[in-house]
């Protein structure tokens, strides 16, 4: 299907661990520019990698994905079952003269490696020890022989060692000039060629590289724009020399900085360098992280919280910034506060009962929650949802929802239950008990009618109410609190408490 604009983009993960926060991102970014421009999203998963590649990483990345909302067009393309078109495009390169079979073998390159090694120590060495000019120049000319970048003989013709001997085949890159990448983010980027090396394209098992792969793959999916992180600036040089030399059209890059932590150090569990997995199981909005992740490395004006039908329509890759973006916890926590708050009760539930069977914290009593307790959740939600900032302190603040009578006090809660606590219990009880309607005003007012009668503090009622209600000293609202157990139940963990 043609779009639009024209533009194709993709995010293209390798299945070697799980889609971690700058995988996501990545994704986040592609998908957004093809929304902007009407433009196709595409996936593929290269797995090339055979030692590293899982199918649970795999998994993870797609479940990842549509947690996240980010759809991708058709069928994802997996880059290993593309092995023969690679090495089609290698064996076409060679007849173009554009690649040559190198018989080098690996001992011979690691040798060269060794002896460039030995001759820039010989340098420095002499250089230390105060050497005669003429011995440093001597040794600088040695070393001159003898490129970082290591030269073929085979690129020129030199004869095969054996007609059936081992090869791999190289590009034959240009030696002269610069190979220059305009990156929309970077800017204009280029390396003198003399330093990049003749890259291997095709291995001896006749295995494809992963840069003549992405290259293949990219130009047959007809990728237009290529939006990554920028540690693969310099691959994009290389690619530009493969795309080049089998005369396709360059697509647009653009390298996205990467993500740091708070701290400007690199991004480290500590900071959050989790798979995306772990956000949705510590309680985050999937629309709150998408807005978090929009926000790393891209803005628009001050606007910090925006639909994601606005990231779409303000993205654009003018607005991506230069300098690395810090990934902050504390914002994150906030922006899914907001996000709780704008979010309607039941779709609250709804997310809550996914992720419950993995919360830690509430293991204890959530597999007891049956329908008419997540209606109750439900019920208990606008009291709860003012302060929580994750749907894991959501739920676990519902705890006292669900705990059996009679109910276990915490310490706190226990020194707050003093004698004469109990005995206003008692005699709110038979209050409350006449009450007409149960909800949190007539509760409310029948407390407080109760306080002014006898002068007692509202404070030093509310909280043992709190504290038999709950089993704890904090909690939502104590009206609401009382209002969302019913009457039945909250009378009788009142009862319970009361002398
Ligand atoms: N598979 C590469 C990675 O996961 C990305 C390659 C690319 O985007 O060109 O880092």
Known sequence: MASASGVVTRFAPSPTGFLHIGGARTALFNWLYAKHTGGRFLLRIEDTDRARSTDAAIAAILDGLQWLGLDWEGEPVFQFARAERHKEVAYQLLESGNAYRCYTTPAELEAYRAEVDEARKALADAKKAGAPAEEIARLESVLAAKPRVFNSPYRDGKTPPAPDAPFVIRLKAPREGETVVEDQVQGRVQWANKDLDDMVLLRSDGTPTYMLAVVVDDHDMGITHV?????HL????????????????????????????????KLSKRHGALGVDAYRAMGYLPDAMRNYLARLGWGHGDDEIFTTAQAAEWFDLDAIGRSPSRFDFAKLENLNGVYIRNTSDAELVRQIKVIAPEVEAAKEFASRIDEAGWKKLELAMPGLKERAKSLVELLVAARYLFVPRPLDLDEKAAKILSPEARKHLAALKERFAALETWD?????????????????KL?????PLRAAATGRTVSPPVFDVLAVLGRDEALARIADQAA
């Open 227 to 231: 939006i990554r992180g920028d540690d």
């Open 234 to 265: 310099t691959n994009a040089a290389r690619q530009t020399q493969i795309y080049t030399a089998m005369g396709w059209e360059v697509p647009t890059f653009a390298h996205i900085p990467l993500i740091h932590g708070p701290d400007g150090a």
């Open 440 to 456: 949190a005003p007539s509760i409310e007012a029948a407390t407080r009618a109760y306080a002014e009668e006898t002068g007692a």
């Open 459 to 463: 404070g030093n009622i509310a909280q």
